[in-house]
Every structure is written in structure tokens, then in C-alpha cells.
């Protein structure tokens, strides 16, 4: 088949066209930005790139199947013709993987406010680890494994990154309810994605869809801490698995400990010890992400009918064999990149780049580096980029969330001139907040700005060290490997 991917260079599209390439198709696309690393990756793997949106060259190329990614919408000149003249067959970049791969395998399906990218390359790297072959496609970029999408065995399974967010301007159902859960991994559960949902209820109302279409063969692997994913019920139509700290879960994390080597910590089965673990990941978020993906992995590996024969207790306690998970591969786990990721670090200063754009995510993070960096001073720098994140849905949890910090600089709002000014974040007005509360906050009219104040302070000598940790879902404008390389002094002060 002829595919085309509009939209090819984003992280998920890109992924999800080298699968299908992988899977024999003959695969093409167009993006208004072709760059690398993405657009390498694509053209070494023989796919046809083209710039921009030409509805005459869509014509010409004559696809059998165009996939349209999330971020196209009406107004798209490739969009409009295909809708007015319906040449070629369209579809939904999920409801393309279902169809194409998803369908004729056993699914891992890895879901939650939090933790995805993490949690689904843990999953796809112990199985791995444990001689397997699994097919997998991760929303970011994983170190461990080595790639972000890979085919896999037919008999192995297939582990995929489950988003909430909607499918595609034409399919607003939540990507996940497309990829035909196995099991699916309900990581935790908060409100998030305020351009879509209406407020928690919203969001618990997908997540539950999501649990009536897993199999009763098959399993929900459950954060059992987390209220809001309590509040979904018993779920009784298919087999539920509790894991974490608390008494009433069947998988428990015990005696968790941090420092600056890592986290150790332990996991047991319904009282019954399974591993003790020590690795280079922060935080308990981290440690839980772990025992998710080390629970949803063994119950992949379990007999297909273990969960009809009513067994599962028993055979996860005692599987042995091929059918037993050896979690030492854990401590060589290196992480995704972006997922605290260091890119600076010098007896004097640390930098670190994070993913986070949730409150709770960056309230774990920040809780995390106060164990990891005592003593430190720690600065926090934060770009309100995402389409909650940018506005006032968040704003008082944001606040919380900083307020954990030392410093705080707060960079301009993403695309603020969509917002009226009663609806966006005010990061004057946080940063305000913030210094009553003893805080230093700094905010700026745009980020090369925020780069020049931080600069000008960062050349003050420091009376210790400092941990300065960017969090944002985007580029930043670019002040992040800025700051890096005006702080770095020569290359060998930068971590290796």
C-alpha cells in the first residue's frame, strides 16, 4: 500500500511511518518543517519527504491512504481538497496504526496524565531484556531502547504510548481508544488538556471508555494511590491489578530511598518479595513508572488464559522460566532524553531539561532534586507553552508547584496573542506570588529576554552550588542549549 503522512516530522507521525515502512508499505509524507533529527531518520529509511502542503502534488503522488496528523485542521489546502473531491482514502494516525498493525496483536497500552514516554520504554526495554521481541512505539526519545518505534515478532507484544488527547480534527475520540488494549497501564489520572476536556469528570469518562473495550482475558494494571483512578470502580468486567505504596495494592513499592546515585527501592507480590531494585532514575514517580511497566510486562509473558482461569495471583507469584521477568536489567536503564535529562553538570552548577508541563509533574520533579542536590540552590525555569499550561486552568497549581523551588523564572506564554489577558497565564502575576511567598521570581516579555536575565545573574559568583532545571513540552525558543553553552566554559566541564 501507498501511504502518505501529512504532518511526518512530529515525533508520533514519524514513528508511526517508519512502523509502517517496517511493515512492507511504500511510505511518503509532507511536513511545513523538515528538519532534523526526524527528517534523517525518515529519508535513511527510504521515505519520500516533501516541504510544505501542495494539494496539486498530493494529486500527482496518488496515494492509497493519507493519514492526517493531529496538528492538521480545516483551512490545510491538502485537507480542503481531499475533502472536496475524496480522491483518496483518509484516515486518523490512530485509526491508522489500529488498521495497520495494532489489530492482529496483543497490546500493552500505556496511559496516564503522567509517566507515558518513561512507562512505555521501560515496558518495551525489560521485555527486551528478558529475550523477547516486542513491537513498540514510544512518543518521545528513548535511550533505552535504542529507537523510538520498532516492528517487533507477530507473537510478541506490541507496546504503544495510549494519549488522551483526541485522534484528529475530524475523530475527537481519545488516540488510546484506537489501539485495542491487551492491557492497559492507567498511570495516574489528573485534569489536564483544557482545550478538550471539560474538567476531571471529562477526563475520567475517557479513561473508563478506555477500560470497557480491554478483553476480560485481559488486564487493567492500575495506579491504586491514585484517587481519581480509584473514583473509575471496580471494573468488573475484566481483571484489575492494583500496584503501588499502599496496603490494598497487589503489586507494592516498599522501602523507597533517593539520592544523588539514584532511587532503591523494592517490589513485592501480594506480600510475596519479587526484586529489589537499584537504579540511576529519580524520584518515586520514577520508581512507580518502573513497577507499572515491570507488572504489565510480566502479565504479558503469563499463559494467555491465566486471567479467564481465575490464576493470576498464583502464576504471577510463582512463574519461573521463560515465564519469569528478571528486573536486574533495570539498573542499566538509562532513560529518555528530555525526562530529566542532564545536559550540564560541574562541581558548581547542574542543568537540567524536563518534559514537565502539569503541575503534580513538576511538583514530583522539584521534590526529587531536594533529595538528589542537597544543599543546593535550586532554580526552576518554566515555559507556559501548553495549551493548559497557557492559560488560567492551572495557574494557582502552578504556583503551588514553584513555590518549591529557590528561584523561579518564568518564561513568555506560548502563543499568547491567542489568549485574551483574562484567560492566559500571568506571569507577572506568579512570579508576584512567588516573592511574597520568599521565592526569587523573575518573568520576561519574551525568552531571549528571560536568557539575558539569566545570565546576567548566573555570572554573580554563587555561594553554592545550583541546580537549574527547565521545564517545557517545546523548544524554548532555543535558550536551553543557550544557556548550556554560555555556561559551560569549555567542553569539558559538560557531563559525558
Not at 471494573?235 to 513499592?253: M, Q
Not at 519479587?274 to 520508581?287: D, I, T, Y
Request: net charge neutral; glycine share 8%; charged share 20%.
Amino acid at each position: 500500500m501507498r501511504i502518505y503522512f501529512m504532518g511526518v516530522c512530529g515525533t508520533a507521525m514519524g514513528n508511526a511511518a517508519l512502523l509502517a515502512r517496517a511493515a512492507g508499505h511504500d511510505v511518503l509524507g509532507a511536513d511545513v518543517d523538515v528538519y532534523p533529527p526526524m527528517s534523517t531518520v525518515l529519508a535513511q529509511s527510504g521515505i519520500a519527504l516533501h516541504e510544505g502542503y501542495d494539494a496539486a502534488r498530493l494529486e500527482r503522488l496518488a496515494p492509497d491512504l493519507v493519514v492526517i496528523g493531529n496538528a492538521m485542521s480545516r483551512g490545510n489546502p491538502e485537507v480542503e481538497w481531499l475533502l472536496d473531491t475524496r480522491r483518496f482514502a483518509f484516515t486518523s494516525l490512530p485509526a491508522a496504526l489500529h488498521s495497520l498493525v495494532l489489530n492482529v496483536r496483543r497490546n500493552i497500552v500505556v496511559c496516564g496524565t503522567h509517566g507515558k514516554t518513561t512507562t512505555t520504554a521501560l515496558t518495551a526495554y525489560l521485555l527486551r531484556a528478558n529475550g523477547r521481541d516486542p513491537g513498540f512505539l514510544i512518543g518521545g526519545v528513548p535511550i533505552d531502547p535504542p529507537t523510538g518505534n520498532h516492528l517487533g515478532a507477530a507473537a510478541d507484544p506490541f507496546v504503544i504510548e495510549g494519549d488522551e488527547y483526541d485522534s484528529a480534527f475530524f475523530d475527537k475520540r481519545s488516540k488510546f481508544i484506537h489501539y485495542a488494549p491487551h492491557i492497559a497501564v492507567l498511570n495516574n489520572l489528573e485534569f489536564d488538556h483544557a482545550d478538550i476536556f471539560r474538567d476531571l469528570a471529562d477526563v475520567q469518562r475517557t479513561f473508563v471508555h478506555l477500560t470497557r473495550i480491554v478483553p476480560r482475558n485481559g488486564f487493567v494494571v492500575l495506579n491504586g494511590d491514585d484517587e481519581n483512578l480509584r473514583a473509575l470502580g471496580a471494573l468488573p468486567w475484566t481483571n484489575v491489578v492494583r500496584v503501588g505504596t499502599g496496603e490494598r495494592n497487589d503489586l507494592r513499592i516498599e522501602a523507597f530511598r533517593e539520592s544523588a546515585a539514584g532511587g532503591e527501592f523494592g517490589l513485592s507480590w501480594q506480600g510475596q518479595p519479587w526484586a529489589e531494585v537499584r537504579w540511576p532514575l529519580p524520584g518515586l514517580f520514577n520508581a512507580r513508572n518502573a513497577a507499572m511497566a515491570a507488572t504489565a510486562a510480566q502479565l504479558a509473558l503469563l499463559p494467555r488464559d491465566a486471567a479467564r482461569s481465575g490464576r493470576v495471583g498464583e502464576l504471577f507469584a510463582s512463574a519461573a522460566g521463560a515465564e519469569r521477568l528478571d528486573l536486574a536489567a533495570l539498573a542499566r536503564f538509562r532513560g529518555v532524553k528530555r525526562r530529566q535529562e542532564v545536559l550540564l553538570d560541574t562541581p558548581a552548577l547542574t542543568v537540567i531539561e524536563d518534559f514537565g508541563h502539569h503541575p503534580t509533574a513538576l511538583a514530583e520533579t522539584l521534590h526529587s532534586f531536594r533529595a538528589r542536590f542537597p544543599g543546593a540552590i535550586l532554580t526552576a525555569v518554566f515555559e507556559p507553552r501548553s495549551n493548559t499550561a497557557r492559560t488560567k486552568a492551572l495557574e494557582a497549581a502552578f504556583m503551588r508547584s514553584l513555590a518549591l523551588a529557590d528561584e523561579v523564572y518564568l518564561g513568555a506564554v506560548n502563543r499568547a496573542d491567542k489568549l485574551a489577558a483574562g484567560e492566559r497565564f500571568d506571569t507577572v502575576a506568579v512570579a508576584q506570588h512567588l516573592e511574597q511567598l520568599g521565592v526569587k521570581a523573575h518573568s520576561a516579555p519574551t525568552n531571549a529576554v528571560l536568557l539575558e536575565k539569566m545570565l546576567a545573574y548566573s555570572g554573580a559568583r554563587a555561594e553554592r552550588r545550583r541546580v537549574v532545571a527547565f521545564f517545557t513540552n517545546g523548544s524554548f525558543d532555543g535558550i536551553i542549549g543557550k544557556f548550556v553553552a554560555a555556561m559551560s566554559g569549555s567542553s569539558s566541564d559538560a557531563a559525558s
